[in-house]
């Protein structure tokens, strides 16, 4: 399944917006369901969008996150806007073989990157 990669965390003020990259080796890529999980300090990490292999999405905020895919670059992509403080937090990108909000679904995961929201 190859190694994830994140990048495109940082600070940003309350209301702005980042685009979070997560870059896979190998390819298989296209064939795996790919995840977005985030998770704040003492807290469970927690799912915030997944794409299944076709393009099916699942979003825990639909109007303020987007993901997409480009199997070609073997890349997947969180768009988030409108950023509130509480969306502070480590973002993981996980594969899985199907798409599940349920991150024991996931078995390969990247090192996460940082998301930091200032208010």
């Known amino acids: 399944q190859g190694q994830l990669v994140e990048s495109g965390g940082g600070l940003v003020q309350a209301g702005g917006s980042l685009r979070l990259s997560c870059a896979g080796s190998?390819?298989?890529?296209?064939?795996?369901?790919m995840g977005w999980f985030r998770q704040a300090p003492y807290q469970e990490r927690e799912f915030v969008a997944g794409i299944s292999p076709s393009g099916v999405t699942a979003e825990s905020d639909k109007g303020r996150f987007t993901i997409s895919r480009d199997n070609a670059k073997g890349t997947v992509f969180l768009q988030m806007n409108s950023l509130k403080p509480e969306d502070t937090g480590v973002y993981y990108c996980?594969?899985?073989?199907?798409?599940?909000?349920?991150?024991?679904?996931?078995?390969?995961w990247g090192q996460g990157t940082q998301v930091t929201v200032s208010s």
């Open positions: 190998g390819d298989t890529f296209r064939h795996y369901a």
């Open positions: 996980a594969a899985g073989a199907y798409l599940s909000r349920d991150k024991n679904r996931y078995n390969v």
